[in-house]
């Protein structure tokens, strides 16, 4: 049996690329997958929605040839099924702002003298939270996992009822300390590789740009001012030539899929 929702999005994605006048390698490319995972996709071979990752990448690889990255995004999302995320944030984002501010009191429902911060509510929503500090002249953001949301909230109760503090929270600050390290860990891990692959990407626009419009004084011109991720030795002994520019676009594409198998390895799919 077809799964629609496959079909569809292939075709979708098909469309897109060939407004655009761009081939399944050059999108797979800043996709950072192979030719004929794109392929198959737009084919439906494999009969199944993506996972969200591989629309995030994919929404992204068509905003560097001229799309709206939240809009594709929206749409992919459609398509697959999956729920429009910046849509239901902004629904719930009003109640969620009112519950945090406690403009209410939650027996009576009146409207209280002075707006209030709702920790209780706060710490055990499904809201991110993101705690910030400075560190050598420098702000650092840590995203708060559950645990350590019900460790401050197991933390603040018993200080207020003054029970047992110190021997309750020794063990606890140790755990947070290593949990906070781990965290710290694995967003530069996420930050160095996204951003690593996003200049990739923009290396790669200018080099396909260059093969459809091919001169070697463009070519030439680009690789002093712009292409500074590429190392081909010594500029004197470069042949800034098509087969050099073809070897660059073979470079960077591989580069942007080791990254990206990369990324996939230290982050699991969901």
């Known amino acids: 049996m077809i799964n629609k929702e496959a079909e569809k999005l292939g075709e979708y994605i098909k469309k897109l690329r060939k407004d655009k006048k761009v081939t399944a390698k050059e999108l797979a490319g800043y996709v950072g997958y192979s030719q004929s995972y794109i392929s198959a996709i737009e084919n439906n071979n494999n009969n199944n929605v993506p996972s969200k990752r591989v629309l995030i990448r994919l929404a992204e690889a068509l905003k560097c040839i001229g799309y709206d990255y939240k809009e594709t995004l929206n749409t992919l999302y459609k398509i697959c099924g999956y729920p429009d995320e910046f849509e239901s944030w902004n629904k719930n984002f009003i109640n969620q702002l ?146 050099t520019l073809e070897e660059a676009i073979t470079l960077v594409s591989s580069e942007i899929q080791k990254l990206t198998k990369a990324y996939d390895e230290h982050y699991k799919e969901d």
Do not use: C, W
């Open 98 to 243: 009112n519950k945090l501010r406690g403009m209410y009191d939650n027996l009576s429902n009146e409207t209280l003298n002075k707006p209030y911060l709702n920790i209780e509510y706060l710490l055990t929503s499904k809201l991110d939270l993101v705690f910030s500090y400075k560190k050598n002249d420098y702000d650092h953001y840590v995203n708060l996992t559950e645990k350590q949301k019900r460790y401050i909230l197991t933390m603040i109760t018993e200080m207020l009822y003054l029970t047992g503090v110190e021997e309750k929270i020794d063990g606890e600050i140790n755990q947070a300390i290593e949990e906070n390290n781990k965290i710290n860990n694995e967003m530069l891990v996420d930050i160095n590789i996204s951003e690593k692959i996003s200049k990739l990407r923009k290396h790669l626009e200018i080099l396909n740009t260059l093969n459809k419009n091919f001169s070697e004084e463009n070519f030439r011109f680009e690789y002093n001012t712009n292409l500074y991720l590429l190392n081909f030795g010594e500029i004197e002994k470069i042949n800034f030539d098509k087969k």
